[in-house]
């Protein structure tokens, strides 16, 4: 399934906005691919607990996402398990990233 994120999610891009997509598979490697027009960012779902544990890119793609193309209950399940991992931490998200409440 393929998600829209970033600035263009959120309908607060420029003309010169790239374009930023979440493509969630099965399994195989987490990986950022950057190309003319923006990045792909692959999310297999077989490591995701892993990758939430060192990837804001991953928070800020489920948190702006919107589903472009591919089964929305997977994506809505992400979204379940990333706001999951979110509140059990305490985190927040602010300009800097993603942190602790009160910090």
Do not use: N
């Not at 598979?25 to 995701?48: A, I, N």
């Not at 979204?79 to 509140?87: A, S, T, W």
């Amino acid at each position: 399934m393929v998600a829209l994120f970033g600035s263009r999610a959120r309908g607060d891009y420029t003309p010169l906005s790239d374009w930023d997509l979440l493509a969630i598979v099965e399994r195989g490697d987490y990986r950022v691919e950057h190309r003319g027009v923006g990045q792909v960012v692959w999310l297999p779902l077989d490591k995701l607990d892993e990758v939430l544990g060192w990837s804001m890119v991953v928070l800020d793609a489920v948190a702006d996402g919107k589903p472009l193309c591919g089964d929305s209950s997977i994506f809505e399940e992400v979204k379940r398990r990333v706001f999951r991992y979110v509140e059990e931490r305490g985190l927040t998200r602010t300009r800097s990233g993603w942190l602790p409440r009160g910090v």
